[in-house]
């Protein structure tokens, strides 16, 4: 049974940081790429950063170039999402995802998804 779970969300001021966390569990980190997307109420669920399986490669979203940090520990099967400088547009729930199984496919930064974890909710506000 493949499993995605996310963690470390939570509420945080303007300008702060947090790290989300994906475990990932019945497949390897050698072999399949994660990304980490995220949907705000009313608005398309967006793709936010990318890391290959291959070489480590990492990809990101225009929105967050600079500031978000994607990271794997392969050993740990889990991969990370530094995220700086927070604002209130970053406010979203955070998923993490992989390509498993059948079923609908997004494919964002040349990566085809379509396994998802439940999310985490990220908040920023005062």
């Known amino acids: 049974q493949v499993q995605l779970v996310e963690s470390g969300g939570g509420l945080v001021q303007p300008g702060g940081s947090l790290r989300l966390s994906c475990a990932v569990s019945?497949?390897?980190?050698?072999?399949?790429?994660i990304g980490w997307f995220r949907q705000a109420p009313g608005k398309k669920r967006e793709g936010v950063s990318r890391?290959?399986?291959?070489?480590?490669?990492?990809y990101y979203s225009d929105s967050v170039k600079g500031r978000f940090t994607i990271s794997r520990d392969n050993a740990k099967n889990t991969v990370y999402l530094q995220m700086n400088s927070l604002n209130p547009e970053d406010t979203a729930v955070y998923y993490c995802?992989?390509?498993w199984g059948g079923g609908l496919y997004e494919t964002v930064f040349g990566y085809s998804f379509n396994y998802w974890g439940q999310g985490t909710q990220v908040t920023v506000s005062e």
């Open positions: 890391i290959s399986s291959e070489d480590g490669r990492t």
């Open positions: 995802a992989t390509s």
């Open positions: 019945g497949l390897s980190l050698d072999y399949y790429d």
